[in-house]
């Protein structure tokens, strides 16, 4: 009783310390000034008599918005207090952690990162009570995650109803090991195309087509998939003709019409033969033209005199060449269809620079095989595809 007294009889008072609890209060002075019955709070840094009449609204918007002298690290730091906080946000630490495996696996964090001495007291400044795991344990982490995920995908191969498509590849890396990556295709009972690499292993060699058979089985198998098996697709390698005819014999009554179909023969890599095969024709043009451009690039002197020679024939400079890469005979056709655009340019350099360019016949073959390859690039683009089926597309860009 007597409590309720004091407040009521202390009204304004009261109003005053609440409203003094305001973040915005700092930049106002302690003491208000009484005019007509109301308070007024004086501005810290400008001295402006602001009225309280409707609470500290106005007084917010003057620092946020409208106060000349404040500082602007002030005012940034008095905005940064008016955003609300999440309404009901509970933090849930293993959540938390979920989330930065999944940020350490899809950005490739390196592990020993979590030891960083700047790490720990950046996690501290955002939610103090979250520990920071160290590298062994976000190692385990990550390893915990990918064999989830991989259960994930077990069960759905489990439970399909359709077949699975595989692709398959190998080939070796700069330490001369030799890797096998099989991927797997195939529709959800939802009518929709999946595409999951589901295994990349090391095989030893020699890969022979019995080696790469029984890396195909050990997979299948692996994934309980054998009986799901409805086509392979392969480059056009002897050594998986073997393969193929291998899984046809030892799964004959699991494959779709005992494995007729079983076999196919990747159209990309097919392209690819037909391509290096016709390049041959113009090998010695091709050879003169990179030889050219190697000497081009070399040192920017020469390559300011290319260009120069371009200007002259107003044609754009360049900045640099980009010369090709063997067995990448896109990259070739680049190359070539680029050095045509700067033929005369290309010549009047190797006249001037005591180098041999490629003769008339060489160019205008390379002319027409730069046409002729050009149908080539656009048909490997569409089969090269990635989450679509391509296959309708490929014969009516072959023909
Ligand atoms: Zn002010």
């Known amino acids: ?11 304004s008072n009261s109003t005053q310390t609440r409203a003094k609890r305001s973040k915005v209060w700092e930049h106002f002075e302690q003491n208000l000034v009484e005019v007509d019955n109301y308070f007024r709070a004086i501005c810290k840094y400008c001295r402006m008599q602001l009225s309280t009449k409707s ?32 309404e009901n946000f509970v933090f849930d630490p293993q959540f938390s952690r979920e989330r930065m495996i999944e940020f350490v696996i899809h950005a490739e964090i390196p592990f020993n990162k979590f030891e960083d001495p700047y790490f720990e007291p950046w996690v501290q400044s955002m939610q103090p009570t ?5 590298r062994q344990t976000v190692r385990n982490d990550c390893l915990k995650k990918y064999q989830r995920m991989k259960q994930d995908i077990q069960n759905e191969l489990e439970s399909l109803d359709s077949h699975v498509c595989l692709t398959s590849d190998l080939w070796t890396s700069i330490q001369n090991l030799g890797y096998m990556v099989v991927t797997a295709h195939y529709i959800t009972p939802d009518f929709k195309i999946k595409k999951k690499i589901i295994s990349f292993k090391e095989v030893k060699y020699p890969h022979s087509g019995f080696a790469i058979e029984e890396a195909l089985v050990s997979c299948l198998t692996e994934w309980g998939i054998r009986n799901k098996l409805f086509t392979l697709t392969v480059d056009n390698a002897s050594n998986n003709n073997t393969t193929c005819d291998l899984l046809v014999d030892t799964h004959k009554y699991e494959l779709m019409l005992e494995g007729a179909h079983l076999h196919v023969r990747c159209c990309a890599h097919i392209l690819n033969i037909l391509v290096q095969d016709g390049m041959k024709i113009i090998h010695e043009g091709i050879k003169k033209i990179r ?12 390559m300011q005199a290319f260009n120069e ?22 990259s070739t056709f680049k190359m070539v ?6 033929k005369t340019v290309l ?23 730069c046409k ?27 023909v």
């Open 337 to 342: 269809a680029e050095a045509i655009k700067y």
């Open 55 to 86: 609470g500290t609204s106005s007084l917010r918007t003057h620092i946020s918005q409208y106060c000349h002298a404040i500082g602007e690290a002030e005012r940034n730091r008095f905005i940064a207090t008016l955003k609300k906080p999440i």
């Open 1 to 11: 009783m007597s409590l309720n007294t004091s407040e009521s009889s202390d009204d």
């Open 130 to 134: 979250l520990s920071v795991v160290g």
């Open 309 to 330: 020679i371009a200007v002259v024939n107003g044609l754009p400079t360049k900045r640099g060449i980009a010369l090709d890469i063997p067995n990448r005979w896109n």
């Open 347 to 369: 010549n009047s350099y190797a006249n001037q620079h005591a180098e041999i360019p490629p003769n008339e016949q060489e160019w205008s073959t390379a002319d027409s095989i």
């Open 372 to 398: 002729f390859l050009k149908t080539f690039e656009e048909a490997t683009k569409a089969i090269s595809a990635h989450r679509k089926p391509t296959s309708y597309m490929f014969l009516p860009l072959i």
């Open 291 to 302: 030889e050219l451009l190697k000497h081009i690039v070399s040192s920017p002197s020469r």
